[in-house]
Nanobody
Framework: QVQLVESGGGWVQTGGSLRLSCADSGRTFSSNAMGWFRQAPGKEREFVSAIDSSGSVRYNDGSVKGRFTITRDNAKNTAYLQMNSLKPEDTAVYYC?????????????????????WGQGTQVTVSS
Protein backbone atom coordinates (compact mmCIF):
# COMPACT_ATOMS: atom_id res chain seq x y z
CA GLN A 1 0.00 0.00 0.00
CA VAL A 2 1.39 3.37 -1.02
CA GLN A 3 0.33 6.37 1.03
CA LEU A 4 1.90 9.67 0.14
CA VAL A 5 1.91 12.64 2.48
CA GLU A 6 3.31 15.98 1.37
CA SER A 7 4.66 18.69 3.64
CA GLY A 8 6.72 21.84 3.41
CA GLY A 9 4.38 24.07 1.47
CA GLY A 10 3.68 27.64 2.51
CA TRP A 11 4.03 31.27 1.62
CA VAL A 12 7.22 32.84 0.30
CA GLN A 13 8.26 36.00 -1.48
CA THR A 14 9.55 36.09 -5.04
CA GLY A 15 13.09 34.78 -5.18
CA GLY A 16 12.69 32.71 -2.03
CA SER A 17 13.03 28.98 -1.50
CA LEU A 18 10.96 26.11 -0.17
CA ARG A 19 11.59 22.40 0.17
CA LEU A 20 8.68 20.03 -0.22
CA SER A 21 8.80 16.56 1.27
CA CYS A 22 6.79 13.49 0.36
CA ALA A 23 6.75 10.64 2.83
CA ASP A 24 5.53 7.18 1.88
CA SER A 25 4.34 4.98 4.71
CA GLY A 26 4.26 1.89 2.50
CA ARG A 27 6.92 -0.76 1.97
CA THR A 28 7.56 -0.29 -1.74
CA PHE A 29 9.04 3.20 -1.80
CA SER A 30 12.44 2.15 -3.12
CA SER A 31 10.77 0.31 -6.02
CA ASN A 32 8.71 3.24 -7.22
CA ALA A 33 9.51 6.22 -9.36
CA MET A 34 8.48 9.46 -7.66
CA GLY A 35 7.39 12.76 -9.06
CA TRP A 36 5.71 16.10 -8.54
CA PHE A 37 2.82 17.74 -10.33
CA ARG A 38 1.19 21.08 -9.65
CA GLN A 39 -2.12 22.74 -10.29
CA ALA A 40 -2.72 26.46 -10.27
CA PRO A 41 -6.24 27.91 -9.90
CA GLY A 42 -8.17 27.58 -13.14
CA LYS A 43 -5.44 25.57 -14.83
CA GLU A 44 -4.84 21.94 -15.59
CA ARG A 45 -2.58 19.82 -13.47
CA GLU A 46 0.92 19.85 -14.93
CA PHE A 47 4.12 17.87 -14.63
CA VAL A 48 7.00 19.36 -12.64
CA SER A 49 9.69 16.77 -11.92
CA ALA A 50 10.28 13.03 -11.73
CA ILE A 51 12.98 10.70 -10.48
CA ASP A 52 13.47 6.98 -11.00
CA SER A 53 13.59 4.44 -8.19
CA SER A 54 17.38 4.58 -7.81
CA GLY A 55 17.64 8.34 -8.03
CA SER A 56 19.90 8.24 -11.07
CA VAL A 57 17.43 9.49 -13.70
CA ARG A 58 15.59 12.76 -13.38
CA TYR A 59 13.26 14.78 -15.55
CA ASN A 60 12.20 18.39 -15.12
CA ASP A 61 9.73 20.56 -16.89
CA GLY A 62 11.38 23.41 -18.75
CA SER A 63 9.61 25.98 -16.59
CA VAL A 64 11.49 24.83 -13.49
CA LYS A 65 14.80 23.70 -14.97
CA GLY A 66 17.72 25.18 -13.10
CA ARG A 67 15.49 26.22 -10.19
CA PHE A 68 13.88 23.03 -8.87
CA THR A 69 15.67 19.83 -7.90
CA ILE A 70 14.03 16.50 -7.16
CA THR A 71 15.81 14.03 -4.91
CA ARG A 72 14.95 11.00 -2.83
CA ASP A 73 16.20 9.19 0.24
CA ASN A 74 15.22 5.54 0.02
CA ALA A 75 16.38 4.91 3.58
CA LYS A 76 13.83 7.45 4.82
CA ASN A 77 11.06 6.60 2.32
CA THR A 78 10.96 10.26 1.38
CA ALA A 79 11.18 12.29 -1.81
CA TYR A 80 11.97 15.99 -1.92
CA LEU A 81 11.49 18.94 -4.21
CA GLN A 82 13.90 21.79 -3.54
CA MET A 83 12.47 24.94 -5.06
CA ASN A 84 14.72 27.97 -5.45
CA SER A 85 14.26 31.34 -7.15
CA LEU A 86 10.52 31.01 -6.80
CA LYS A 87 8.25 33.10 -8.99
CA PRO A 88 4.58 34.08 -8.60
CA GLU A 89 3.75 31.71 -11.47
CA ASP A 90 4.97 28.82 -9.31
CA THR A 91 1.96 29.37 -7.05
CA ALA A 92 -0.07 26.15 -7.06
CA VAL A 93 -1.04 23.08 -5.14
CA TYR A 94 1.85 20.63 -5.44
CA TYR A 95 1.12 16.92 -5.58
CA CYS A 96 3.52 14.08 -4.91
CA UNK A 97 3.09 11.04 -7.15
CA UNK A 98 4.45 7.52 -7.36
CA UNK A 99 4.35 4.66 -9.82
CA UNK A 100 6.31 1.44 -10.31
CA UNK A 101 7.24 2.48 -13.84
CA UNK A 102 9.02 5.56 -15.15
CA UNK A 103 8.98 5.48 -18.95
CA UNK A 104 10.46 8.18 -21.16
CA UNK A 105 8.72 6.89 -24.29
CA UNK A 106 6.98 9.90 -25.79
CA UNK A 107 7.60 11.58 -22.46
CA UNK A 108 4.74 9.60 -20.99
CA UNK A 109 5.84 10.55 -17.49
CA UNK A 110 4.38 14.02 -18.12
CA UNK A 111 0.87 12.60 -18.20
CA UNK A 112 -1.35 12.63 -15.13
CA UNK A 113 -2.65 9.19 -16.11
CA UNK A 114 0.86 7.70 -15.94
CA UNK A 115 1.01 7.96 -12.16
CA UNK A 116 -0.88 5.48 -10.04
CA UNK A 117 -0.52 7.02 -6.58
CA TRP A 118 -1.18 10.61 -5.53
CA GLY A 119 -0.83 12.58 -2.35
CA GLN A 120 -3.38 15.10 -1.13
CA GLY A 121 -1.33 18.10 -2.14
CA THR A 122 0.35 21.02 -0.40
CA GLN A 123 -0.18 24.69 -1.20
CA VAL A 124 2.71 26.84 -2.35
CA THR A 125 2.10 30.58 -2.63
CA VAL A 126 4.70 32.97 -4.03
CA SER A 127 3.98 36.66 -3.58
CA SER A 128 5.33 39.37 -5.86
Amino acid sequence: QVQLVESGGGWVQTGGSLRLSCADSGRTFSSNAMGWFRQAPGKEREFVSAIDSSGSVRYNDGSVKGRFTITRDNAKNTAYLQMNSLKPEDTAVYYCVADPVLSDKQMIFRRVSSWRYWGQGTQVTVSS
